[in-house]
């Protein structure tokens, strides 16, 4: 659930582990948080929060006391990405959240004003990690959603909109049941969403800078937290960049399967994105809709980034 300087807290469950109701004390009956370190014998291997773990020790939750991870499960998914220090290129892999099977994009459309560049950056990383992205588009009473809805359209990307104080009954509909992550850069509001969905999480919020525009990292770190109609949501710290360097052009085209008949006649290493991509003239018989090559290309454009790209996302 949490990872915090070598330490992490875990929900344990004992017998079917399902859902009860909170006793006196407040804890769930037949589940506790334990606390553990991580076992000599698992070495270098990490343990990120989602992660499902074996425990030795002692597992009674009990103040003061350490269990041991000594068993990290098989993951389903792994939300990743490369280093986003403009000035690192080592295209080494950030994993950020396991198991997860919903990407939920939060981005305000304004105050800070939307950045599609970070939003195909983030749509890129959940199609490389196979998990249903999510828009969530928050501060809907300061500008309406029209534009970048359009823009995403031709992804067929599905999307709520939101706003601070508004009802949240479809996004809590498109989250019961789910391990949702969500991902967004600073002073989208977040935080405050998070607030909102599971009353006790206690989330600090931050404000946006009126000069740059940047709102302040207030989650340090990643946290699972349950909701209350079912399912768990991870929040993430706010982020100003997302590399993609671990992630190859192919990987990009599989979410795009009415193009990927048209790339067997690419040459070999294509980027698709320069002349001799065999896609234009598969776009040209008609084989595929042109605005879906189009919104290929702008993800591997994202994609392909460089340190010009990364500093407009921190802009």
């Given at each position: 659930?949490?990872?915090?300087r070598?330490?992490?807290?875990?929900?344990v469950?004992?017998?079917?582990?399902?859902?009860?109701?909170?006793?006196?004390?407040?804890?769930?009956?037949?589940?506790?948080t334990?606390i553990?370190?991580?076992?000599?014998?698992?070495?270098?291997?990490?343990?990120?929060?989602?992660?499902?773990?074996?425990?030795?020790?002692?597992?009674?939750g009990?103040p003061g006391?350490?269990a041991?991870?000594?068993?990290?499960?098989?993951?389903t998914?792994?939300l990743?990405?490369?280093?986003d220090?403009?000035e690192?290129?080592?295209?080494?892999?950030?994993?950020i959240?396991?198991?997860?099977?919903?990407?939920?994009i939060?981005?305000?459309l304004?105050?800070?004003p939307?950045?599609?560049?970070?939003?195909?950056?983030?749509?890129?990383?959940?199609?490389d990690?196979?998990?249903?992205?999510?828009?969530?588009?928050?501060k809907?009473?300061l500008?309406?959603?029209?534009?970048?809805?359009?823009l995403?359209?031709?992804?067929?990307?599905?999307?709520?909109?939101?706003?601070?104080?508004?009802?949240?009954?479809?996004?809590?509909?498109?989250?019961?049941g789910?391990i949702?992550?969500?991902?967004?850069?600073?002073?989208?509001?977040?935080?405050?969403?998070?607030n909102?969905?599971?009353?006790?999480?206690?989330?600090?919020?931050?404000?946006?800078?009126p000069?740059?525009?940047?709102?302040?990292?207030?989650?340090?770190?990643?946290?699972?937290l349950?909701?209350?109609?079912?399912?768990?949501i991870?929040?993430?710290?706010?982020?100003?960049?997302?590399?993609?360097?671990?992630?190859?052009?192919?990987?990009?085209?599989?979410?795009?399967?009415?193009?990927?008949?048209?790339?067997?006649?690419?040459p070999?290493?294509c980027?698709?994105?320069?002349d001799?991509?065999?896609?234009?003239?598969?776009?040209?018989?008609g084989?595929?809709?042109?605005?879906?090559?189009?919104?290929?290309?702008?993800?591997?454009?994202?994609?392909?980034g460089g340190?010009?790209?990364?500093?407009?996302?921190?802009?």
């Amino acid at each position: 659930m949490a990872v915090d300087r070598g330490r992490y807290t875990c929900l344990v469950s004992d017998g079917d582990g399902r859902r009860r109701r909170k006793d006196r004390k407040g804890e769930q009956g037949g589940r506790r948080t334990v606390i553990a370190a991580k076992a000599r014998e698992l070495g270098r291997k990490g343990i990120i929060v989602g992660d499902r773990v074996r425990l030795v020790g002692d597992v009674s939750g009990r103040p003061g006391t350490l269990a041991r991870a000594v068993r990290v499960e098989p993951r389903t998914s792994m939300l990743r990405r490369s280093a986003d220090d403009t000035e690192d290129t080592d295209g080494i892999e950030r994993p950020i959240v396991a198991n997860a099977d919903q990407l939920v994009i939060v981005t305000a459309l304004a105050d800070p004003p939307p950045r599609p560049r970070m939003i195909d950056r983030m749509l890129v990383a959940a199609y490389d990690a196979d998990i249903d992205p999510l828009l969530c588009l928050t501060k809907s009473d300061l500008a309406p959603p029209d534009e970048l809805t359009a823009l995403y359209a031709p992804l067929g990307v599905p999307y709520v909109v939101v706003h601070k104080g508004g009802d949240l009954s479809e996004l809590r509909d498109r989250l019961a049941g789910r391990i949702s992550v969500l991902v967004g850069h600073s002073g989208v509001g977040k935080s405050t969403l998070v607030n909102a969905l599971v009353p006790d999480a206690e989330r600090a919020v931050s404000h946006v800078n009126p000069v740059t525009g940047r709102g302040r990292h207030t989650s340090t770190s990643a946290v699972a937290l349950e909701l209350p109609e079912g399912g768990w949501i991870i929040d993430t710290p706010g982020v100003r960049s997302f590399g993609l360097a671990h992630i190859s052009p192919d990987t990009v085209l599989l979410a795009f399967p009415d193009l990927v008949d048209g790339s067997l006649s690419c040459p070999k290493n294509c980027t698709h994105l320069g002349d001799g991509c065999a896609l234009d003239a598969w776009v040209a018989e008609g084989k595929a809709d042109p605005a879906r090559l189009a919104s290929l290309r702008r993800l591997l454009a994202s994609r392909e980034g460089g340190a010009d790209a990364l500093r407009e996302d921190s802009e």
